[in-house]
């Protein structure tokens, strides 16, 4: 997601209320399905710009739709205020400031008197 987001919102000169309007262009935009080379293909004209995405095999259009909803969503009542993000917070978010991405696995091990353990990450 923070990927798509990131993409939105260098589109958007990294303001808010763009990525927002940019998103809903993109969820009414006329787009047409088509196979290319055994690949589903969305396209769409937002703003008098082309955009053309390939879908991944095991990606459908309703994924792409459905993550257009959660982008949507996400900058909508992601803000501290559980309110519309702002530029600084959406900023922060696609840019990853607290370092909330990792590809590391944390797991904490504890032995209590049941000998039961706690896995998580």
């Keep these: 997601m923070r990927a798509f987001l990131f993409i939105i919102w260098v589109h958007s000169n990294k303001q808010v209320s763009h990525m927002i309007t940019n998103l809903e262009n993109l969820g009414k935009a006329n787009y047409e399905i088509v196979s ?22 095991g990606y459908s259009v309703a994924d792409f739709q459905e993550q257009l909803r959660e982008a949507y969503s996400l900058i909508l009542t992601g803000g501290a205020s559980g309110g519309q993000m702002t530029d600084d917070e959406i900023s922060n978010y696609v840019i990853d400031k607290d370092k909330e991405i990792t590809n590391v696995a944390r797991a904490r091990f504890s032995n209590n008197k049941n000998s039961n353990y706690y896995y998580g990450y």
Aim: net charge positive.
């Design 36 to 57: 290319q080379n055994g690949r589903q293909v969305v396209s769409a004209s937002v703003q008098g710009k082309q955009f053309t995405y390939n879908i991944p095999d």
